[in-house]
């Protein structure tokens, strides 16, 4: 059984940085495309962010593009998302979700969905 793990979140001040990581189990890490997709009070879920299997490419969703960085160690299981220069429109649940075939920004073809870790951004 594939399992999702998110950590990481908190509270955090406009312009500080925060960086989550979500661990991976029950199967081969490099089998994964990784992505982070995070959902805020009342609104629809919205990509953040996808690594590919080897992690040779990334997308970003627009309104993090340029701050935010995810990787991932393959050697540890574990996807990571650096979070930086934090707005308070970033406060969200940021999930980590995990596909065997899939690498985009529909969040729909994402097989594997942690439980989310709780991000806050104060102004």
């Known amino acids: 059984q594939v399992r999702l793990v998110e950590s990481g979140g908190g509270l955090v001040q406009a312009g500080g940085s925060l960086r989550l990581s979500c661990v991976v189990s029950g199967d081969t890490f490099g089998k994964f495309a990784m992505a982070w997709i995070r959902q805020a009070p009342g609104l629809e879920r919205e990509f953040v962010a996808t690594?590919?299997?080897?992690?040779?490419?990334?997308v970003y969703g627009d309104s993090v593009k340029g701050r935010f960085t995810i990787s991932r160690d393959n050697a540890k299981n574990t996807v990571y998302l650096e979070m930086n220069s934090l707005k308070p429109d970033d406060t969200a649940v940021y999930y980590c979700?995990?596909?065997?075939?899939?690498?985009?920004?529909?969040?729909?073809?994402?097989?594997?969905w942690g439980r989310g870790t709780q991000v806050t951004v104060s102004s």
């Open positions: 979700a995990a596909d065997r075939f899939y690498a985009g920004s529909v969040i729909k073809e994402y097989s594997y």
């Open positions: 690594i590919t299997w080897e992690g040779a490419r990334t």
